[in-house]
């Protein structure tokens, strides 16, 4: 076995990672920015103050009180009454008793408003209030006696003022290994597998967990639990499947296998184990989805607790271990294969080689780099992010069989973790990403090294005939870069997310019984306490959003709460309206059957003939995902689990039928945008036709607008328009293309037809323009003559 095996004793293990952590913050005094989105998140809710984000409640006079006090000392005029109530909130007296009393300036108003209009709109007041204001007003007391009956309002108006101290008791982050008394009373061992890719850690790992009593693998992916999970009954070795939308039972009865494969969110910390096995361990700093690393290894209950990841994790795992009073046992692993960077880049996609890998970080990207490798005659494997599960398989699958055509492997950073891939080299088409930072702006970032060792070491599979991996550049600017992200150490982890649980917001709607989800959620982030060097609030946008988004149907908050938790993209807009239909129906108690789903999606659904129909299957399959997730909380709700589970099955072929044929995808669209653009053409031609006469490029050659890049005025190819048929790059002239067309046509953006009815059209609009810019001036030259015949100057120069 390549590994080298470290017993790091508790006290020296905690001693060390305190010592790292101080020495990195010395020399980086913002060095916790791995979770500066929660950082920068809670520092803008902070610099809303808490009564900014509490949320009034309105309190109406009963109508049904007598109004006793206006026969005790009679009726209160309302003018008094009001010159009264102003003059109270303009004491300073009582604006300093109030802030005493929790009141600031921002909640010292909103209270007075809600008690002026308690006061003056209602007919029947208290009578003990009704007494002291007209004993106020006939001089025998002071103004400073309303406070007590104020703020009793206030404190109905904010209920947090009798509850501030009790919600930051349930906001208390700083422990959260207490949260886990099972997990607690047992004496666990955590064994942690570190080393990179390709160097048979988890395998190690596996091994123990195929021959405990019982066990449970926490994956990252459903790929990765279903691989599990499969291979785990192959061997002997019962194992039973868990994931958010689906469940898999391998006895026939139904019982419960001692082994259970499944996504760590799903991770059971009620049930003992022998051995668990957490993968991925990294993914503990991950911003959206760390809480659920947190939560396996603080809470899980096994007498084995097996992490594997990066290296970069001991210090945090240590951290973990230490909380909860426990040991750590580190083996180290090398790479099994040797990798190198090859000293030139790609430069053409004319130098690609069987095994090679081609990664993208856009669509865009992968469509040209597909329809370039094609266009030498060789079949293209597709992966990417959005792609159904199955259809990852089958590409995977069409990669790896060496008796397979396709050698050629085009792919999103999703072959980082989860599939086996034969690769032999690995090209990175650009080491830019296209990101969402927490304000939700689009930015475009370089990868981390993290995210370049794992896709990098993908190069060069163990016991493939790629006993080298290999890695490399498209562009030759970027082979540096990657040079430097390869050769960089990646940074200790040193904080673990954490997230809210159901039962905090659930005592945080009991004491805040008007607040919404999304309000909720702000007042937690502002009343929560969390030990900054070890732990951070993971990102809840996604949360706040689907909590706003169904924030006007009426939920109870437990299944408010379960909704908001559903793991969809917010960013395709199909899937977010079934969304909230799901939580529509879910309100009226009327059940999501087999038949009305099928109405909403539109099935049965036909084959893509276009890029943007097989974007839309994509988004039909996570819709049917998202029922499936939601069958397993409301099974009551969605009843037909087991028929869209056959629908998926069905959907997937068609899509993967689709990928197969992607790059006759991307040529229908540009030929639908195309043809759409000559209807318009000559539409607009006839419009204008009894305007502007029939020109020839012969008789009145037009140019082209000059390019800015190039400098250079282009001119229009009086022959290309009466090319016909299909027509090629080489068909334009090199002096039509400005430096953008050019560019446009070779990432497959802009067809040569398109380019040259773009040219044909802007040279129509330039002679409409034109003439209607003479016939303006001709029609003011005539106006101002025919005023010149009829004006005749008198004597002081005016007109008579």
Request: with cysteine.
């Amino acid at each position: 076995m390549a590994c080298s095996r470290i017993r790091i004793p508790l006290l020296q293990t905690w001693a060390v990672s305190r010592q790292l952590v101080n020495i990195t913050a010395k020399k980086d005094k913002n060095y916790f920015s791995s979770s500066s989105c929660f950082q920068k998140r809670k520092k803008e809710v902070k610099q809303k103050s808490l009564s900014q984000l509490i949320v009034p409640v309105p309190i109406a006079p009963n109508p049904d009180d007598i109004n006793a006090g206006a026969e005790i000392a009679g009726m209160l005029p309302k003018e008094d009454l009001l010159r009264l109530l102003n003059q109270f909130q303009q004491s300073e007296e009582i604006k300093l008793l109030a802030a005493e009393n929790g009141l600031d300036a921002h909640l010292f108003h909103q209270a007075f408003l809600s008690f002026r209009r308690f006061c003056i709109d209602g007919d029947a007041m208290p009578t003990e209030l009704h007494i002291v204001i007209s004993d106020i007003l006939a001089e025998a007391d002071h103004v400073h006696s309303l406070f007590p009956y104020y703020y009793e309002h206030a404190r109905k108006v904010f209920p947090h003022l009798d509850c501030v101290e009790d919600l930051k008791k349930i906001s208390d982050l700083t422990i959260p290994a207490s949260w886990y008394p099972e997990a607690r009373a047992m004496n666990r061992q955590f064994i942690f597998h570190a080393g990179p890719t390709n160097s048979g850690k988890t395998y190690h790992a596996m091994q123990r967990f195929l021959t405990a009593d019982s066990g449970i693998y926490c994956g990252p992916l459903k790929l990765l639990a279903s691989e599990v999970y499969q291979k785990s009954n192959e061997l002997g070795t019962p194992c039973d499947l868990v994931t958010g939308e689906e469940r898999k039972r391998v006895n026939p009865n139904g019982d419960l296998a001692k082994h259970v494969a499944c996504t760590v969110e799903m991770a059971s910390i009620s049930d003992p184990y022998d051995v668990a096995v957490i993968d991925e361990i990294q993914m503990v700093r991950d911003s959206g989805r760390g809480w659920a690393w947190t939560r396996a290894i603080l809470g899980i209950q096994a007498k084995e607790v097996h992490v594997c990841g990066e290296g970069a994790a001991i210090d945090i795992l240590s951290e973990l271990a230490f909380t909860c009073g426990e040991s750590i046992e580190v083996r180290r692993y090398k790479r099994l294969t040797e990798m190198s960077v090859e000293d030139q880049a790609l430069r053409s996609i004319d130098r690609v080689r069987p095994g090679d890998c081609i990664v993208c970080f856009n669509k865009q990207d992968i469509y040209w780099v597909c329809r370039q490798v094609e266009a030498l005659g060789r079949e293209v494997a597709v992966i990417y992010g959005s792609l159904p599960p199955g259809a990852k398989l089958a590409q995977a699958a069409k990669f790896n069989d060496p008796n397979h055509p396709c050698k050629v492997l085009v792919a999103t950073d999703a072959i980082g973790m989860g599939l086996n891939l034969n690769i032999g080299r690995v090209i990175f088409f650009s080491l830019l990403k296209p990101t969402v930072n927490e304000k939700g702006e689009k930015e475009i970032d370089l990868i981390s090294p993290s995210q370049a060792l794992q896709i990098a070491g993908r190069a060069g599979r163990y016991g493939t005939q790629f006993s080298h991996g290999y890695v490399t550049t498209y562009k030759p600017e970027d082979l540096p870069t990657l040079n430097k992200l390869l050769s960089t150490t990646v940074e200790p982890i040193v904080q673990a997310g954490l997230h809210p649980t159901a039962e905090q917001i659930e005592m945080y709607a009991y004491h805040l019984p008007q607040a919404t989800l999304s309000n909720l959620m702000d007042i937690f982030i502002r009343l929560c306490t969390v030990d900054d060097s070890l732990y951070f609030l993971c990102n809840i946008d996604d949360f706040k959003f689907l909590a706003e988004m169904i924030e006007h149907i009426p939920l109870p908050l437990r299944a408010r709460y379960v909704f908001c938790c559903a793991p969809i993209n917010r960013k395709v807009p199909f899937v977010c309206t079934m969304f909230l239909k799901f939580a529509r129906q879910y309100s009226r108690n009327e059940a999501m059957t087999f038949d009305w789903l099928c109405r909403q999606i539109g099935w049965p659904i036909s084959p893509p003939s276009t890029i943007q129909d097989l974007v839309h299957l994509e988004a039909v399959f996570d819709v049917l995902d998202l029922y499936l997730w939601l069958s397993y909380r409301f099974p009551d709700l969605f009843p037909s689990s087991d028929m869209v589970r056959d629908m998926q099955k069905e959907l997937d072929e068609v899509i993967q039928k689709g990928v197969q044929a992607l790059t006759r995808l991307v040529h229908q669209s540009t030929s639908t945008v195309s043809s759409e653009d000559t209807d318009s053409v000559v539409a607009w031609t006839k419009k204008r036709r009894d305007i502007i006469p029939e020109v020839t490029p012969a008789t009145n050659p037009m140019p082209i607008p000059s390019s800015r890049s190039s400098g250079t005025r282009v001119q229009y190819d009086t022959d290309l328009r009466h090319k016909k048929g299909r027509m090629s790059v080489e068909d334009v002239q090199p002096a039509a293309l400005g430096r953008l067309s050019q560019r446009l046509m070779e990432q497959g953006l802009l067809t040569p037809r398109l380019l040259a009815q773009l040219q044909e059209e802007w040279k129509q609009q330039q002679l409409v323009a034109t003439t209607e810019r003479e016939v303006e001036q001709e029609s003011a030259l005539k106006k101002r003559s025919k005023q010149y015949r009829f004006i005749r100057p008198g004597v002081h120069g005016k007109t008579k």
